[in-house]
């Protein structure tokens, strides 16, 4: 039982801010906007246009 639950557990992923922090396809899904703002691209982007939108912050083209 203990064994089933262990397995079922996902290790909680903190998402990318920089290039730095990229470690797979999980950590490049943004947060979202907090409620009641208006997100920014940061915000809202995911996956490979996330990878280039923090390489653009960083000066990497």
């Given amino acids: 039982m203990l064994s089933r639950y ?3 557990q996902k290790p909680v ?5 920089n290039l730095a922090e990229v470690n797979g396809p ?9 409620e009641g703002t208006v997100p ?3 915000d809202q982007e995911t996956g490979l246009a996330r ?5 653009k912050l960083e000066g990497i083209d």
């Fill in 40 to 42: 920014t691209d940061l």
């Fill in 6 to 8: 262990l397995l079922q």
């Fill in 13 to 17: 992923v903190k998402t990318a801010q």
């Fill in 26 to 34: 999980e950590t490049l899904i943004g947060p979202g906007a907090k």
């Fill in 51 to 55: 990878l280039e939108l923090l390489g």
